[in-house]
């Protein structure tokens, strides 16, 4: 999980369909690509159902956790409020973003108040 993968997982199913060889571009990047299908998830069986109205939330813990991606939820959302409720969410703190599913970034998101 990053910071793109969390925002668009919440209302998108990605799949890569092909690649591309760094050959195919001038000049060649040190990295292969892949292009991928984004397929807009129906609301009966997203995430997007649980979501508050207000998706500005979600992203504003989105942005808070992948501000720096290294280091724990703890230290990312320390003196937000909600470091207090990772028991409720089966936390400990020392998760890492990239650990974390939608359903738990939604979970919190819902928290802030």
Do not use: C
């Not at 591309?20 to 997203?46: E, M």
């Not at 990772?86 to 928290?111: A, H, M, V, Y």
């Amino acid at each position: 999980m990053n910071k793109l993968a969390a925002s668009v997982q919440l209302w998108a199913d990605p799949e890569i369909i092909d690649y591309l060889r760094p050959a195919d571009f001038s000049p060649p990047p040190k990295v292969q690509s892949a292009i991928i299908r984004l397929s807009i998830k129906k609301a009966s069986n997203s995430a997007i159902v649980e979501l508050d109205a207000n998706y500005s939330k979600y992203y504003k813990v989105v942005n808070l956790l992948f501000q720096q991606p290294r280091k724990t939820i703890k230290n990312n959302l320390r003196g937000t409020g909600l470091e207090n409720h990772f028991k409720k969410l089966n936390l400990t703190g020392q998760e890492r973003p990239q650990d974390l599913d939608i359903e738990t970034i939604n979970r919190l998101s819902r928290l802030i108040h």
